[in-house]
């Protein structure tokens, strides 16, 4: 909406002195030609003119309306500077959180599942003191086969949050999306994913 009122003020403030030029123009011609050809065709006489010429109110109407164009474009040009310094800095800020690790990633499930393996890798029955005999069952495969798997996906998933904040980091929203929403879909009702998801949307919005 900012931006919007600056674009309208710069082109109105162009307008008005468009206006006052013309306006200008017509008055310096109705004095003479002499005055005319100077106004048009000499830098400064414009100015020249309005000062000899003081006591015509129309001559300090068209000189006002200049000077009011002149504002009104330059306080549009200021405001639409603002926004688009504001936006910068908006793409410059990361998705979630802030601080010096603007994209905090739990690594706990991932860490926990790295080391699950590596304990239960030792035989059980040499923690307990007592040996194998031919009669205990070996233990099951699959418990093995589910900690991989777990271990697995929440590598994957940690891979994948990376990829959408490096991809948002250079500001290409729509992969930096794709990649928080596939996150999520590895683990869902995740917050990390959720929130990068939500801010990334925004980003996407404003631009």
């Known amino acids: 909406m900012i931006g919007i009122i600056g674009v309208v003020f710069f082109f109105l403030g162009i307008l008005l002195i468009v206006i006052a030029g013309i306006w200008g123009t017509v008055l310096a011609f109705q004095e003479n030609v002499v005055w005319g050809l100077l106004y048009l065709l000499v830098p400064f006489a414009?100015?020249?003119?309005v000062v000899k010429k003081w006591s015509k109110k129309a001559v300090r109407n068209s000189f006002f309306l200049g000077i009011l164009g002149l504002i009104s474009m330059t306080s549009g040009f200021v405001i639409s500077s603002f926004r688009l310094n504001s936006l910068a800095e908006r793409?410059?800020?990361?998705?979630?959180?802030?601080?010096?690790?603007p994209f905090p990633i739990d690594d706990s499930d991932a860490e926990q599942s790295a080391e699950t393996p590596a304990a239960d890798s030792a035989d059980p029955t040499v923690q307990s003191g007592e040996s194998n005999s031919p009669a205990d069952p070996a233990p099951p495969e699959t418990t093995t086969d589910s900690q991989t798997a777990e271990a697995t996906s929440a590598d994957d998933y940690h891979n994948t949050m990376m990829l959408g904040y490096e991809a948002y980091g250079e500001g290409n929203y729509q992969t930096a999306l794709t990649n928080f929403e596939q996150a999520l879909e590895m683990k869902p009702g995740d917050q990390l994913a959720?929130?990068?998801?939500?801010?990334?949307?925004?980003?996407?919005?404003a631009n």
């Open 91 to 101: 793409q410059e800020q990361a998705p979630i959180g802030s601080g010096d690790q």
């Open 194 to 205: 959720i929130e990068a998801i939500a801010n990334t949307e925004s980003a996407i919005a």
């Open 46 to 49: 414009a100015l020249v003119f």
